[in-house]
């Protein structure tokens, strides 16, 4: 199966900010829920997971972010991306996620699995705390908890 190669402009952090009101009686009320006003076809983690998720975004990006002692599960969704020159050759794969065909890789013992599906690109990471735990030894935690994922 091959996989066209692609530049992912994913978000690798998110940098909160708490706007305080004129009057300084606190934090100014959030407008609008992050999910609403992004353009990116939303996929959410399952509801167990959903509960403690953090969530940021705008027009063109979204990230969740989920954490339990031990591990941190990310995913970073856009769509701002863009084509490979045709003359890099494609990227042959045999694994798919979500019907699709998806990359793994392993950057500083952060486990991400990749895809681009519904015109947007996702990235899908675990990290943990113990090197050898098995969530983030291989992609196949990630690739099980992507087909859970829900698309809204």
């Known amino acids: 199966m091959t996989l066209c190669t692609r530049s992912f402009a994913f978000a690798l952090g998110a940098l ?4 305080c009101s004129p009057s300084g009686s606190g934090p100014a009320p959030r407008a609008t ?19 403690t998720t953090v969530v940021t975004g705008e027009a063109a990006w979204y990230g969740l972010s989920y954490s339990i002692p031990g591990l941190t599960v990310y995913l970073h969704a856009t769509v701002n991306f863009v ?8 990227v ?3 694994l798919t996620v979500r019907g699709v065909p998806a990359l793994e890789t392993v950057n500083e013992g ?6 681009v599906e519904s015109d947007a690109a996702y990235a899908l990471d675990a990290e943990c705390a113990d090197a050898e735990d098995t969530r983030c030894t291989n992609a196949e935690f990630l690739i099980n908890l992507a087909e859970r994922m829900v698309a809204q």
């Open 33 to 51: 829920d992050p999910l609403v006003v992004t353009d990116v076809p939303v996929l959410l983690f399952p509801s167990e997971m959903m509960r």
């Open 110 to 115: 952060i486990q991400t699995v990749s895809w």
């Open 92 to 94: 042959e794969t045999e």
């Open 83 to 90: 084509d490979a020159p045709s003359d890099i050759a494609p």
């Open 16 to 19: 909160l900010l708490v706007a």
